[in-house]
């Protein structure tokens, strides 16, 4: 085990001192620099795998951040600190976001997400096989090492936004669903307060793969907050990965769609996961969609859409390929099946209850305007 | 001497009572099991105990040119790292690394000297007073190598394939040609051709590979070490490092699973005992996940299958190729293409198999070796041919049901696939499937039903067994054997309780000593057909010289009685026509003047009978799944495995056998499959995460029938072996039923979605 320093503060002042003093050159993407640690579901692999080698842990698991509260308006706040599984089953979760529910659900296995908690999820890192290995090169891992995966296995790999030094996908379920919902988070550090609107929150990999987020060290995540939703009733979480549970995604589509009373939709959210170095929404994809009823080609319209621009990468053999071309055709029936579903209130592929069944004519939560 | 019975010792609950031979009885080492006290390999301590952590090099091929050490020995904690410069002197002859089952070649040697011959070879060991303070220390372990062009990739070298130089015990090559199996293929008037390819697995049981030495104050080495036989493990031990056999004892007493990964002594062994004679210490290695992608694994195979029939669907030629993987150092060879000529009754075969060097670790048995591949080649290559006749695939197999071994001109000893055929398919409900592709549906879902034949060999070798029956009327039988998660220790109990006429509580089996009678590795699914018929040759000594003592009562009604007038029944000797009479074993034993009667028998195979015939256990598998052809993504749904491999001894452990090697057939042909970075020489999903193995949630239930079936050629039980034989074909009954479904014919494993979905 290498060796680190250790701290377990009482409160978020304590935390916030505690993992100073900073140094000018610590940046998250540096495998030294001091961190938070709550379930520690990958950071401890990481530190196991030598991929991490953090100075110092500050555990934060004694903070008061555990809450999952009403807000005014009817929105909600989740705390960082709260669990993974505990935030799935959290009755107002249930009820005003069955999306988030059903995405955590897809995601690891009970165990892991009885400890994970929603903070850390979002600093998870990506499952890129080179990135778990420090005896071959990485970019994310080792800036400037290069890119095995490009050219390589890259199976797991990101379509979409990728860059000449990076095709690392994000691999977490729940930040898909936060990021079809607006979430925003909230973070503190001894600096203050900010709030972060979860589309800008993960960053692209361009020419600093390292830097998953736009966290600076010593930043805290404190909560997530989640404005009213008009979508419980149409919404769906929908993921295909290689086996039946307990894999990565290969693509994940978080759909939800408002509709008015003459069946046409109103309001239409759609992020991918599994895609890209982030959850992967575009407006303007979603646009296509507004004042349209719910069919099979204004879906692929919106799906053609979203997926502008993907590429695919990888190496092949003539039996089989380990690269990633599958998964552009892929997305695209996925987007359309997960909005299909999102219509009939089909919440998800993966076991999650299914809350809702109306048809989209009939009167429910996010039916009304 | 009454062998001591320590805590370690399964023996079943008070009040199991008398069982008999194929009933049901759960596993009598479970509890140790589940509350912890079952200790495995790294799970034994010594006094003052040094932990070492290997370091392996991810570099492909190459040269050692030095090691920076400076940092790595400065750690706290650390007493010493070895390294190929750094090590006590041992023997480097690549004979006295030669294990009992190592094909022809030299042996990997461990630390030897500086070249590399493998993306994860280890190249030192870092020796701590803490498993912490080691692993990290071994993070700071510099190396500085020269590195090599290598290869590693089969498919790209198929243009090298050649003869295998040399052999392995239980391997036979490939029989030679019979027919003209490509002049009938020219001229068939319906043939298929297929290619295959399966990449590398590796064995991943839960318990990694790990090594615990207790070294005595007389330097004795207990060696505590995850191995499918602690005699192989001895037998390596005291040739590389010239200790006589009675300075070191191998114990196994709990393997958490090895599928073949235990077969060969691995690097971890010869690790620890080096240190352990460097430091004067007793040591512990274990290995990681991570590092259970270091040493053997199931070959990767490239195989071409041609069928030709006639249109009656008799078949009229077999050619099947393979041409597998192995190291630069030794020829690992299995039986890939020999199924091929004897599962089918066919007057034309030709069979080839052919190795390819390549910069890897030797490849080891993996459950099935050699069939899991092969077998499932013909098998798919069988069912296109039942498209290509428009024949129902088990009426296609069944007219070319082989009654004799075609390979070898013998008869089967027994062999009632037939019946696996009719049972599996009357439980599956197969009269019921509709033949064309694509014409059964579920909602979104396209539903296909698929089906293959499974074969594998059924092998006795050698065994001893000593049983020891106590004054106290217990009973203590042992033997070398091993008991891998298997039911080595409930079958041995049984049967020995049986043929004693005892409760099962009253019987221990100990296994997994070196010092103990000596017996066979445990693979190949010869276990039961070999230690067992050794521990009832033993019991029935032991019941003779029972009757010896009851005659000897003067004055007793056994003092005339014959062998045949006596029975052993609830721990007496009694009379079959006089129930009434009885002497119980702790009487006799009593009386014998001695704490206890010990006997011992060499069980040794009928080699004479046995060569007359064909041994072998079949199945038929049956398998449905469900596919959603948007994504590819496959659920099998249910499976019926109809298996034929003689008398089932132990129904309850033996149908866990049957379940896991579907569960691992299911795995095989969906998720299985270790990716090799070619230009890096290396495999890279070396983690749980990534290596995908299936879970609960695409495991249905798995329903398993054992058909009648009794092999006295075999074994003097009855019994044949079911290790191996409920993995073999289900990949390709799920590789069919893909096919069913979608009219898309996946030619490599692991069917993933990329491969199913719909263009």
């Known amino acids: 085990m290498n060796a680190f320093e250790y701290l377990a503060p009482r409160d978020l002042a304590g935390a916030l001192h505690g993992i100073g003093p900073l140094l000018a050159d610590d940046s998250l993407g540096s495998p030294t620099t001091p961190r938070f640690i709550a379930g520690g579901t990958n950071l401890l692999d990481l530190m196991k795998e030598n991929v991490l080698r953090p100075s110092k842990l500050v555990n934060i698991d004694h903070l008061d951040l555990h809450g999952i509260e009403s807000l005014p308006g009817g929105g909600l706040r989740l705390g960082a600190l709260a669990r993974n599984a505990d935030t799935a089953r959290d009755p107002l979760v249930l009820a005003r976001y069955p999306l988030l529910s059903a995405a955590i659900q897809a995601g690891a296995s009970p165990q892991i997400r009885n400890m994970a908690s929603n903070g850390g999820n979002l600093l998870q890192r990506t499952r890129c096989l080179y990135f778990y290995d420090t005896g071959v090169p990485c970019n994310k891992r080792s800036p400037g090492s290069g890119c095995p995966a490009i050219d390589g296995l890259a199976r797991q790999h990101a379509i979409l936004g990728t860059s000449e030094h990076c095709i690392a996908t994000h691999p977490s379920d729940f930040c898909v669903a936060l990021a079809a919902l607006d979430a925003t988070v909230l973070v503190q550090s001894a600096q203050g307060q900010r709030r972060i609107a979860f589309a800008d929150f993960h960053r692209l990999p361009r020419d600093q793969p390292e830097l998953d987020t736009q966290l600076q060290p010593g930043d805290l995540i404190t909560h997530l907050e989640l404005p009213p939703s008009p979508f419980a009733g149409h919404s769906s979480y929908l993921k295909l990965r290689d086996r039946a549970s307990f894999a990565f995604a290969l693509v ?44 099979a080609d204004h879906f692929a319209r919106a799906a053609d859409r979203l997926l502008e621009g993907a590429r695919s990468y990888g190496s092949a053999n003539r039996f089989a390929s380990h690269g990633n071309a599958f998964k552009i055709p892929l997305a695209h029936r996925a987007i359309v099946r997960a909005l299909e579903m999102a219509t009939r209130g089909e919440l998800s592929n993966t076991g999650a209850p299914s809350l809702r069944r109306t048809p989209p004519h009939a009167t429910t939560q996010g039916a009304q305007p | 001497m009454t062998p001591l019975i320590d805590k370690q010792q399964p023996v079943a609950d008070e009040g199991t009572g008398t069982v008999g031979l194929g009933s049901s009885v759960s596993r009598v080492d479970g509890r140790l099991k589940v509350i912890g006290q079952a200790r495995y390999a790294a799970e034994h301590f010594g006094a003052d105990m040094v932990y070492g952590v290997v370091v392996n090099t991810s570099v492909a091929k190459g040269c050692i040119r030095s090691f ?51 993306s994860g070879q280890p190249v030192a060991l870092v020796l701590a007073d803490s498993f912490e303070a080691a692993r990290h220390a071994a993070s700071l372990v510099k190396l500085f190598v020269d590195t090599a062009p290598h290869e590693t990739d089969l498919l790209a070298n198929l243009g090298h394939a050649r003869d295998p130089k ?134 990767e195979t490239w195989q071409r299958v041609k069928l030709a029939a006639e249109r009656d669907g008799r078949l009229v030629s077999v050619v099947h190729e393979a041409v597998c993987e192995t190291s630069r150092r030794e020829d690992y060879v299995e039986v ?9 009754r066919c007057d034309n075969v030709r069979l080839g198999y052919q190795l390819v060097e390549l910069d890897q670790y030797s490849p080891i048995d993996m459950r ?48 009632a696939l037939r019946s696996c055929y009719d049972q599996g398919a009357e439980r599956f409900g197969w009269h019921r499937r509709r033949p064309e592709p694509r014409s059964q549906r579920e909602g979104r879902e396209l539903v296909g039903w698929g089906m293959a034949t499974g074969t594998w060999d059924a092998l006795q070798l050698f065994a001893r067994a000593r049983a020891v029956l106590c004054a106290d009327g217990k009973l203590v039988v042992s033997s070398a054997a091993t008991d891998i998660g298997t039911g080595t220790y409930t079958v041995m109990s049984m049967i ?151 008398r089932i001894l132990s129904a309850k452990t033996a149908r866990s056998q049957i379940t896991g090697g579907v569960v691992w057939g299911i795995s095989q042909a969906l998720h299985e499959e270790s990716l090799t970075d070619h230009t890096l020489g290396r495999f890279m999903n070396h983690s749980f995460a990534e290596y995908h193995v299936a879970v609960n949630a695409d495991v249905p239930d798995i329903d398993v029938i054992f058909v009648e079936e009794d092999d006295r050629v075999v074994s003097r039980l009855g019994a044949k072996g079911v290790g191996e034989i409920g993995i073999v074909g289900v990949a390709a009954a799920v590789c069919n039923a893909v096919y069913h479904a979608t009219g898309r014919r996946v030619l490599s494993t692991p069917i993933t979605p990329d491969k199913v979905m719909a263009p």
């Not at chain 2, 890939?336 to 089918?344: D, E, F, M, R």
């Not at chain 2, 007038?565 to 002497?583: I, M, N, T, W």
């Open chain 1, 252 to 295: 994940s589509v978080a759909s939800a769609l408002e509709f008015d009373g003459q069946r046409r939709i109103t309001a239409a959210r759609i992020a991918l996961g599994g895609v890209a170095h982030k959850p992967w929404r575009r407006v303007e994809a979603e646009a296509e969609l507004i004042g349209h009823a719910p069919t």
């Open chain 2, 68 to 118: 920076d050490l400076t940092e790595a020995l400065a750690a706290p904690g650390v007493l010493d790292i070895l390294t190929h410069e750094r090590r006590p002197k041992i023997r480097s002859l690549g004979l006295f690394y030669k294990d009992m089952t190592a094909p022809s070649g030299t042996p990997f040697k461990p630390l030897h000297d500086e070249h590399i011959h493998y």
């Open chain 2, 166 to 299: 040399g052999f392995k015990a239980g391997f036979s090559p490939p029989p030679k040609p019979r027919g003209d199996a490509d002049a009938a293929f020219d001229a068939a008037p319906v043939k298929v051709e297929v290619e295959f390819h399966s990449g590398v697995e590796h064995h991943n049981p839960m318990e990694m590979h790990a090594t615990t030495v207790i070294r005595a104050s007389d330097g004795h080495l207990t060696i505590h070490d995850k191995t499918q036989s602690p005699v192989n493990s001895r037998w390596v031990v005291s040739h590389v490092f010239g200790l006589s056999k009675d300075k070191v004892t191998v114990k196994n007493g709990f393997v958490g699973g090895a599928f073949g990964s235990g077969l060969r002594p691995q690097y971890q062994l010869i690790l620890a005992v080096m240190a352990s004679l460097q430091l004067k210490r007793s040591v512990r290695v274990v290995l990681t996940r991570q590092q259970m992608f270091t040493f053997g694994h199931r070959p």
């Open chain 2, 336 to 344: 890939v293409v020999n199924w091929s000529g004897q599962l089918y």
């Open chain 2, 368 to 415: 099935a070796p050699g069939a899991a591949h092969g077998v499932h080649a013909l098998e798919v290559a069988m069912d296109e041919l039942s498209y290509s006749l428009g024949m129902d695939p088990l009426e296609l197999r069944l007219r070319n049901y082989a009654e004799r071994d075609d390979n070898k001109g013998l008869p089967f000893s027994t062999k």
């Open chain 2, 496 to 646: 020995a309780a049986e043929a004693m006429g005892l409760p099962l509580e009253s019987v221990s089996f100990q296994l997994g000593d070196s010092n103990l009678p000596i017996a066979p590795i445990e693979g190949g699914s010869s276990h039961v057909a070999t230690v067992g018929s050794a521990v009832q040759g033993a019991c029935e000594k032991l019941r003779r010289a029972l009757w010896k003592l009851a005659r000897a009562r003067s004055g007793s009604a056994f003092e005339k009685a014959r062998w045949a007038d006596v029975e052993f029944v609830q721990g007496a000797v009694r009379l079959r026509k006089s129930p009434g009479h009885a002497l119980s074993f702790q009487e006799l034993v009593s009386g014998s003047g001695k704490p206890s009667l010990d006997v011992s028998y060499l069980m040794l195979p009928n080699v004479l009978k046995q060569r007359k015939y064909t041994r072998a256990t079949h199945s038929a598998v049956f398998v449905e799944v469900k596919v959603d052809e948007d994504f590819g993504t496959v659920r099998v749904t249910r499976v019926v495995n109809a298996i034929a491999a003689g």
